[in-house]
């Protein structure tokens, strides 16, 4: 949160300044009227201020708050509550809804009006660079305490819909953790099925055709191997590993394999087997370079 002594440290605002806009307060005093007339003069020029103005306050109102801002910036007290009432000019000004960049242009009106203050008013060239450095330090101390209110406005605007995103993205984080560990519990059982079958087709090598049992066998134990790639995979997504394409070619090809093997055993004729076997082919060809891709982005990481 911020504090005075705090401002003060970053903008490097010393006794001494306050001391030289203190010796300012005579001169201010004798241009107070003016300096607050021309910046309302400036003020009324620009037509959405105008409109404001007439919206939220009357010109005479605003004219004497602007006179006891000018005071307060050479009165030497710049305390916590010097810093509570700029706070709470800078809430006025987002509460009328005046933009933010009419606030930076009426500081920079402000600042060349008293540094021509300063410069009729003070022959000696030393003199005016001490006194327009520590003007400068109190004017940017005003501005950024002002234009925060817009920042803090807006950080509360961002705040309920940051809370809202930040509880959307866990609540789908949670389901998509969810749906893998039911995905990994179901590739479990699957498995275990697979591994059954397995089983149940070594039986047929002694009780029924062998030929046809250890081709049946070997398509299964492809399957299982499929399995096992995909419950690896999806085991380390839980653990917040990298999603890995290269995983799901392989499955695919394995499975190309399987299906030519049970080709052959139903004896298909030649041009679904040629099919299948350029099938294979392309996908051979697919996982080489996905492969390729794959180390050539680990090797530049």
């Not at 509550?81 to 960049?101: D, M, S, T």
């Not at 009419?102 to 003070?122: K, L």
């Not at 060239?125 to 400068?136: A, G, N, P």
């Not at 350029?278 to 050539?296: D, E, N, R």
Request: glycine share 4%; charged share 25%.
């Amino acid at each position: 949160m911020e504090n005075m002594a705090r401002l003060k440290e970053e903008y490097r605002f010393t006794e001494s300044d306050a001391q030289n806009l203190m010796d300012l307060l005579p001169v201010a005093e004798e241009y107070l009227n003016g300096l607050a007339g021309h910046f309302m003069e400036y003020l009324t020029e620009i037509p959405e201020a105008q409109s404001i103005i007439n919206q939220n306050s009357s010109k005479d109102r605003l004219e004497a708050f602007h006179r006891q801002w000018f005071r307060t910036l050479f009165q030497g007290q710049y305390d916590e509550e010097y810093l509570k009432n700029l706070k709470r000019i800078g809430q006025a000004h987002v509460r009328v809804g005046l933009p933010v960049h009419y606030v930076n242009a009426a500081m920079s009106h402000v600042r060349h009006a008293i540094q021509h203050m300063v410069h009729d008013t003070f022959s000696d060239r030393e003199q005016r660079r001490f006194y327009r450095e520590s003007v400068d330090k109190i004017l940017d101390l005003n501005l950024a305490v002002m234009t925060s209110s817009y920042r803090d406005e807006e950080m509360r605007k961002v705040f309920v819909s940051r809370s809202l995103e930040s509880w959307l993205i866990k609540l789908s984080e949670r389901f998509t953790y969810g749906l893998n560990l039911i995905l990994v519990l179901s590739l479990a059982g699957v498995s275990i099925g697979v591994m059954g079958l397995f089983i149940k087709d070594l039986t047929h090598l002694f009780t029924g055709n062998p030929e046809k049992a250890i081709f049946s066998a070997l398509g299964e134990m492809l399957i299982l191997w499929m399995m096992i790639e995909l419950l690896e995979n999806e085991i380390k997504n839980l653990k917040g590993g990298s999603f890995n394409i290269l995983v799901f070619v392989g499955v695919v090809v394995v499975a190309m394999v399987r299906e030519i093997l049970i080709s052959t055993l139903r004896h298909d004729d030649l041009k679904t087997q040629a099919f299948l076997t350029l099938t294979l082919l392309i996908l051979g060809i697919v996982y080489f370079l996905v492969s390729k891709a794959q180390k050539c982005s680990f090797t530049k990481e």
